[in-house]
Nanobody, 124 residues
Framework: QVQLVESGGGLVQAGGSLRLSCAAS????????MGWFRQAPEKEREFVAS????????DYADSVKGRFTISRDNAKNTVYLQMNSLKPADTAVYYC?????????????????WGQGTQVTVSS
């Protein structure tokens, strides 16, 4: 069992930065692929980024490549999403998720545990 709690969301102007954190409970955190997804109002949830259990493999949605960076600290049971050059189109609720599958990447149905989400609002 893994419980995930996101933090770090908020209101920021376009061009600004935010860092999201996802704290995980459970001793097996380091064995999970971790991902970030987001859902904007009236839109489907979409993949943002993922990171392998050791952190050596990362994957990003095309819309955030070069602007967002995912990282993890297994000693702290925490995964991060550094978001730079934010755009109004990045406005969404951001969710952290954990998958026992090394190949999970963008496939949301392979993620077993989900956090409650944190709101990110980017003003123009």
């Amino acid at each position: 069992q893994v419980q995930l709690v996101e933090s770090g969301g908020g209101l920021v102007q376009a061009g600004g930065s935010l860092r999201l954190s996802c704290a995980a409970s459970g001793r097996t955190f380091s064995s999970y692929t971790m991902g970030w997804f987001r859902q904007a109002p009236e839109k489907e949830r979409e993949f943002v980024a993922s990171i392998s259990w050791r952190g050596g493999i990362t994957d990003y949605a095309d819309s955030v490549k070069g602007r967002f960076t995912i990282s993890r600290d297994n000693a702290k049971n925490t995964v991060y999403l550094q978001m730079n050059s934010l755009k109004p189109a990045d406005t969404a609720v951001y969710y952290c998720a954990a998958s026992p599958y090394s190949s999970a990447s963008y496939q949301s149905d392979r993620y077993v545990y989900w956090g409650q989400g944190t709101q990110v609002t980017v003003s123009s």
